[in-house]
């Protein structure tokens, strides 16, 4: 899934400050299930808005919506009404979701709440960790299902670097070396011959080093 | 000071657990809007930033020892419950000291009138909310 983070408060109501009637649009996808965007966190940052409106004496209206997937045209035009009529819309969803809301609706300004962080998979409750980059060349197949390009700091292809230390990746904190991993994982698969072949430099063009990137699917097209 | 605008979330066991049928009436404490929860950990941040949007001065949440909560975990949830409402209630611009967490023995009904003129003792210094009553 989309990992993001809330942004600070204090820098929303600096991107809210010129605007007095303010709609808060959540999605109901990734980012709420990562508890940043969802209804709820939808209506804890309007409460917080308003609460701060009422201590400064400012009269704001903010009213609040979830759209249940934030990136896909239908999920908006459904509700595409409701959106309308404000001096601006606050998305809480990544970045897709906030660029979607932006080309929908082009005559009202559009702004961020969250910061979108990575593609994650959830840990355990509360706990969220990056695992992949979509580098568009998928190499889980060779490393036993653990990703060097995003869990080895140094995405690197041809066994560990020299900073690992009992396991853990030398940029600190409890982060584990992925090469520990991917190691520890093919021997237990009796697979460990997957590493005897040299791994040519990647082509990163499919990456977002070649620009921004497009999907089309002929066969799916109406 | 007696003015103040309270809003208490409590927990029904921490309330009325341990006592029989007719031992009880409905918990009441003058000046004090008493919200009946089924567990503290049903208590979530939003229901306490809403209370002090509806002019609360002062959110109160009466809690069990975790050691005691008929539901296993709910009480454990509520003290970072109350940590995150604090940060969320200071980045509005809000005192965090009027959000006021109490694990009370149970069962509580019978000590109320003590237990909230402790907390309107121990908060008075805050007086009325900068948000104003305005929905009150």
């Known amino acids: 899934m989309i990992v993001g983070e809330r942004k600070p408060f204090g820098e929303i109501q600096g991107l809210l400050g010129r605007y007095d009637n303010i709609l808060l649009v959540g999605c109901g996808t990734c980012v709420k299930v990562c508890f940043t965007g969802g209804d709820k966190e939808v209506a804890v940052l309007a409460s917080q808005l308003r609460l701060a409106a009422a201590k400064g004496k400012k009269k704001k209206t903010i009213s609040e919506m979830t759209i249940e997937r934030q990136c896909e045209i239908e999920f908006v035009d459904e509700v595409a009404g409701k959106l309308t009529g404000n001096d601006v819309i606050m998305s809480m969803a990544c970045g897709a979701g906030v660029q979607m809301l932006a080309e929908r609706f082009p005559d009202t300004p559009v702004l961020p709440a969250v910061n979108t962080t990575f593609l994650g998979l959830l840990q355990k409750q509360g706990h969220f960790v990056e695992n992949c980059q979509g580098c568009g060349t998928c190499v889980l197949g060779t490393f036993g299902g653990i990703c060097p390009v995003s869990r080895c700091a140094k995405s690197l292809f041809n066994g560990p670097c020299g900073g690992s230390q009992n396991g853990k990746c030398e940029i600190g904190g409890d982060t584990p070396c992925a090469w520990q991993q991917i190691i520890d994982r093919l021997a237990k698969l009796k697979q460990l011959d997957n590493l005897k072949a040299h791994v040519p430099p990647k082509n990163w063009s499919t990456a977002r080093h070649g620009g921004p990137r497009k999907l089309i699917r002929e066969d799916n097209i109406l | ?136």
């Open chain 2, 1 to 136: 000071m007696g003015n103040l605008n309270i809003t208490a979330l409590c927990c029904s066991s921490a309330l009325y657990e341990g006592l029989k049928p007719g031992e009880y009436s409905r918990a009441y404490v003058e000046g004090v809007q008493i919200i009946e929860t089924p567990c503290s950990g049903k208590v979530d941040p939003i229901y306490l930033l809403k209370a002090f949007e509806k002019g609360a001065d002062l959110v109160v949440v009466l809690a069990c020892d975790q050691r005691l909560c008929t539901t296993l975990e709910g009480s454990k949830r509520i003290h970072k419950r109350i940590e995150r409402t604090k940060l969320l209630l200071a980045e509005a611009g809000l005192e965090p000291e009027r959000l006021v967490l109490r694990i009370v023995r149970r069962p509580a009904l019978k000590s109320l009138d003590i237990l909230f003129a402790g907390i309107k003792e121990a908060t008075k210094e805050l007086g009325p909310s900068p948000v104003g009553r305005n929905d009150r």
